[in-house]
C-alpha cells in the first residue's frame, strides 16, 4: 500500500497529503515485520560502505568519478532486474520528477557534502551527523502533518541517537575551532537525507514499484553526476582505480541496489520516520563490518550503543502500532 493512497490526486502531482492519519497510522497487525526486516538489511549492507570507501580511497579513486560509477552500475544492474520481471522505470512526468527529486536529495547532496567535509574532519565526526537525521525526518513529517505526535516514537529515535553517541564521542572532537564551518557543510548531508526520506513518501507516484523507482533514481543520479564528474575528474574510467578500486565499487553498487529498494519499499510501508532509523543502523553495522574486515577492535561503548539502538526500534515499532490503534477511535470519534 503506497504511502499516498492511489486515490489522492494529489500524490501524482506532487503535493504533500492534506491529512494526518498518514504512515504509520495505516500499520496493520503484523506489518511491521517486513519493513523492519528490510530497515536490518538495508542497514547491515549499507554499512559495508564506510569498509568499501576505505578501500577507494586506499587507490585514491576521485569522489566525483566513484559516486557516477556507483549510480551508473547499480542502476544498470537494477535496469536488468526490471526488464526480465517487467518491473521497467515508468517515464510520466511525476515519475520523473520523483526520480529527479530523490536523485538529488538522496544521492547527489549527501555524498558531495561529506565529501568535502570529509576534508577538514575526522570520519567520526561527520558519522555523528547521522544521528540527525531521524529527528530532522520526524520534524519534517510533523511540519506537513504526515506524522502525529507520539511520545513512545520521540524516545525510540533519542534513544537511538544516544546510541550512535556513545560509538562516536568518546574518541572524536573538533580538530581546530573554525571547523565548526565544515559541520554546517556536513549538516547539509543530514538535511538533504531527511528530506529524501520525507519527499519519498509524500510525493511517491501512485501503483509504482519500488524496484523500478530504485532503478530511476539511481539512473538520474548518474545521468546528473556526468557533468560534475568530467568538470571535477575529468573523463576518468573505473578501470584506471585498479583491481582493488573495482572491487570497491562493485561493492558499493550492490549495496546502493539493495539499500535504494528498501528504501523504497520501506517509506511505501510503514512511512518516513520509520525509515529514518536506518541511519543509527548503518552507524552499528559499519562498526561490525570493520571489525570482520580489517580487524577493528569492538569497546564496551559499542555494545551499548547497540543495546540502546535495538531499544530504540522497539520503541519507534511501539508508537506506530499505537499510532494505529488510535487512528480507528478517532475515526469513530469524528464519525
Known sequence: MPAVPPENKNATQGVAPESGTADAGRLRGRALVVPTLLLLLGGIAYGGIFSANKLAAGVAFPVFAYTFWIALFAGLALLIVGAVTGKLPPMSRAHLLQYLRLAVLALMLPVLATAFAARELPAGVITLVLTLVPGLTYLMSFAIRMERFEALSLAGLTLGAGGVLLIVLPDQALPEAGAWVWMLVALVAAIAAAGSNVVAAAYRPPQTDSLA??????????????????????????????????????WVAAI???????FQEVTRRAGAVFFAQFNYLVVAAGIFWALILFDELLSIWVWAALACMVVGIWLVNTGARRRTAAAPRRGEGAS
Open 256 to 262: 546502493h541496489c539493495i539499500t535504494f529498494y528498501c
Open 213 to 250: 523507482l530504485a532503478c530511476g533514481i539511481l539512473l538520474v543520479g548518474a545521468l546528473c553526476m556526468l557533468p560534475v564528474m568530467l568538470i571535477a575528474d575529468g573523463p576518468y574510467l573505473f578501470t584506471d582505480a585498479g583491481w582493488q578500486g573495482i572491487g570497491a565499487m562493485v
